[in-house]
């Protein structure tokens, strides 16, 4: 079975300033994705980022970038020039590749807080 | 596009009674999943659909929770009898298709329950 561990309970960061979430998982598989997600206080999962894991080049959007070890089974967001509107829960997530059951596999998440 | 629909957003029952959740997903899409997310931790898969068959349900406790999606669309979660340790968020996703690279799975705002 995967797992997926954030070992970061919470982080604090001053707004503008960069802040990076770690995330470590432990697979068999060689075919995956790997995801991070915002959920603020709504309770609505927002796709952040994603990483598939035949892809060497590490994913980036926006403010927001992944560093993605595979050898070392890690995959850590950083989030640069943080904004007040960063602050939420963060959580990592794993999804098998492959035909059957796809479901994600989460982390414990990271509370995030952005001072101003 | 209208997001994954849930409903109630709250619900309060006492143990041993009998409660049920209800999702629309986004029109068209495929795939069907029901998490349950305690406070303090991440999601976990409860149940995959894909159309109205069932792909994954190894998590469900299966003496106590059921979930259909009779005509491939809407989707009901229940639980009877409910039990103290199942008060959590339960979190409603659908995305086009399982399996494919691109895939992404938007999820609705949850229903959160209590039970006392």
């Known amino acids: 079975a995967q797992t997926v561990t954030q070992s970061q309970p919470e982080m604090s960061v001053q707004e503008a300033e960069t802040v990076t979430l770690s995330c470590t998982y432990d697979?068999?598989?060689?075919?995956?994705?790997l995801f991070w997600y915002k959920q603020p206080p709504s309770r609505q999962m927002i796709l952040v980022i994603r990483q598939e894991a035949y892809k060497q080049q590490n994913a980036t959007e926006n403010r927001f970038s992944v560093n993605f070890q595979k050898a070392a089974k890690s995959f850590s967001l950083k989030i640069s020039d943080s904004q007040l509107g960063d602050a939420a829960m963060y959580f990592c997530?794993?999804?098998?590749?492959?035909?059957?059951?796809?479901?994600?596999?989460f982390g414990k998440g990271t509370h995030l807080i952005i001072q101003p | 596009e209208a997001g994954v629909a849930q409903s109630p957003r709250y619900k309060i029952i006492e143990k041993r009674q009998s409660v049920a959740f209800w999702c629309n997903p986004i029109?068209?899409?495929?795939?069907l999943y029901w998490y349950q997310q305690i406070l303090g931790q991440g999601p976990k898969l409860l149940i995959q659909f894909q159309n109205n068959g069932v792909v994954d349900d190894s998590q469900l406790p299966k003496d106590r929770f059921s979930a259909e999606r009779l005509k491939g669309v809407d989707s009901t979660l229940k639980i009877q009898p409910a039990k103290l340790e199942d008060s959590a968020v339960y979190l409603c996703?659908?995305?086009?298709?399982?399996?494919?690279?691109?895939?992404?799975?938007?999820f609705g705002q949850g229903t959160r329950l209590t039970v006392v």
């Open positions: 697979t068999s598989e060689s075919d995956y994705y």
């Open positions: 997530a794993y999804r098998p590749g492959g035909g059957g059951a796809d479901g994600l596999t």
């Open positions: 029109s068209g899409h495929a795939t």
């Open positions: 996703a659908s995305s086009l298709e399982s399996r494919a690279a691109n895939t992404e799975a938007f």
